[in-house]
């Protein structure tokens, strides 16, 4: 669709998406006066949220910290209503946001960007898109998301089935009645644990394919307290800046002793507290050697067991979803609601299919290596090519034509996860070597887009055209993130933090797990000292 002769607009600034990233980097670049054009494939602003419309879909952070922190009077306006907000409401609020900010009018909606390619003798980014525009623009930045490019297995025969198939991370705008309807869902990640509560209510019979067990722990959803949001209201600015220094971006302060060192009945007393407040972060933070030590570990992971076989009453349902393969937290911690308890119903089956996979799809339903199921809708829940699969979907070119998927072809590499040495002026927010996913991902956008504005507002200052990190700081940086990374458990997951969803996906490590505060100072440090590991030219 590419039209050559289209016009080129120029422009200061190209942004990619319009999710919190995308929409956070408009309004503080517009604030340093840019002329910038944000891309955005979906109708609205949403990124994730617009995307994830699946029955069930929730945040696992609160809402009250689960939303922007630079406006004081919209934190104190907007009025979340449950703990834990639904997408419907979290979409709500960024379209409120939207409007309050005016962000619209800088918005080209339901447009993908293509390429996007550094021209090295005018120092600019020709971005192009699939509704064949062109932008010239000084600046590019990637607000692409973590988790936007879905992925479904390619099974055998899925094109001939007859019945109608979702993808949770591409759910229909319309409701989706399962009255009656004999359901499977494929996958148990955080989407599939939220989606198979709610569905089993509505099926007539739902069947869950399930290859590897999750560990879940209850969110304890519920109205807030107008109490409680009054009392965290009156303490918004505290609250923030305690997360902002945090190790995960929420104000929890994590207990200094060793899981081993206490005596095991106040560990228990420990972990029935932190189940009965929900949620994974109070698991996380009960013992400073969670995510350090395997032993340890094993401590709280075997309490989340037992949990699931008092609440499951089939004893081979409840060992079927009895995690054993990674450490606890080592893939993220599902938060859910009613899901052990769902396998109780009548109408809900577990499916194996880690000792039977999935063979093929029929024009009725699908076959594993044991058994025939007949369905009338399948579920894909089925998850992302995570952290770079968006990033590498554009055709991104920096210095000498050199291509990004060239340049990541064994693995992401970045410097701080913010820019990539060979493509300057380009800045990847919660990009790959950041803690990005392992945060609440509103404080992590934040900082990334607040370093990345005072960035471009330095340069202008200083009166330099371009900046790009260094090949020895990406390095470096590099290897940092990987010794940080070998300290913890977290290398022993297959989990998507190290491409091991995608096969063929290099194993790499991708966020930085040294925790949201000790990053932001390294972040701060080096802007301080002249953005140490950068190059900048006039
Ligand atoms: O995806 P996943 P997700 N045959 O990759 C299975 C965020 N999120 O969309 O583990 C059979 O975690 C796969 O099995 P296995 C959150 O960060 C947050 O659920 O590879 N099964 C796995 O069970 C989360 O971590 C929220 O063996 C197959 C599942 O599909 C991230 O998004 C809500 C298969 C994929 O799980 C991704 O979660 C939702 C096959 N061939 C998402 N291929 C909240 O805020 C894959 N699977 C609460």
Known sequence: ???????????????????????????????????????????????????????????????????????????????????????????????????????????TFRTRVTSAHYDEGANRWTVTTDAGETFSARFCVMATGCLSTTRKPP?????????????????????????????????????GIQVVPVVAQQAAKLHV????????????????????????????????????VS????????????????????????????????????????????LANEQ???????????????????PKTAELLTPRDHPLGTKRICVDTDYYATFNRPNVELVDVRSAPIVRFTATGLETAAAAYELDDVIFATGYDAMTGTLLRIDVRGRGGVSLRDKWADGPKTYLGLSVAGFPNLFTITGPGSPSVLSNVVVSIEQHVEWTADCIAWLRQEGYATIEATPEAEEKWVAHV??????????????????????????????????????REICDGVAKKGYEGFRVGA
């Open 209 to 244: 394919f399930q290859r590897t067990p999750n560990f879940s722990i209850p969110a304890h959803n519920g109205p807030l307290d107008p109490d409680f949001v009054k009392q965290f209201k009156s303490r918004y600015p505290a609250h923030r800046a305690e997360a902002r």
């Open 155 to 191: 099974f055998e025969g899925v094109d001939a089935f007859r019945g109608r198939t979702f993808h949770t991370g591409e759910w229909p705008h319309e409701p989706v009645d399962f009255t009656g309807r004999r359901v499977g869902v494929i996958g148990t990640g955080s989407s």
């Open 247 to 290: 190790l995960f971006g929420v104000p929890w302060a994590i207990d200094m002793n060793s899981a081993l060192g206490v005596p095991p009945e106040e560990r228990q007393r420990k972990y029935e507290a932190a189940w009965a407040q929900g949620g994974a972060t109070p698991m996380l933070v009960a013992y400073v050697d969670l």
């Open 1 to 107: 669709m590419n039209d050559s002769n289209a016009a080129v607009r120029e422009l200061d600034a190209v942004v990619v998406g319009a999710g919190f990233s995308g929409m956070y980097m408009l309004h503080k670049l517009r604030g340093l006066g840019l002329k910038v054009r944000v891309i955005e494939a979906g109708e609205n602003v949403g990124g994730t949220w617009y995307w994830n419309r699946y029955p069930g879909a929730r945040c696992d952070v609160m809402s009250m910290e689960y939303c922007y922190s630079f406006d004081p009077q919209l934190e104190q306006e907007w009025e979340w209503t449950e703990r834990y907000p639904s997408q419907p409401e979290i979409l709500r609020y960024l379209d409120h946001v939207a409007d309050r900010l005016d962000l619209r009018r800088d918005i």
């Open 296 to 314: 340890a570990n094993e401590t709280a992971a075997e309490f989340v067991r037992q949990k699931i076989r008092e609440i499951v009453k089939d």
């Open 482 to 519: 990987n010794e940080v990374a070998d300290t913890t458990l977290f290398p022993k997951a297959n989990s998507w933090y190290t491409g091991a969803n995608i096969p063929g996906k290099p194993r790499v490590f991708m966020p930085y797990v040294g925790g949201v505060g000790p990053y």
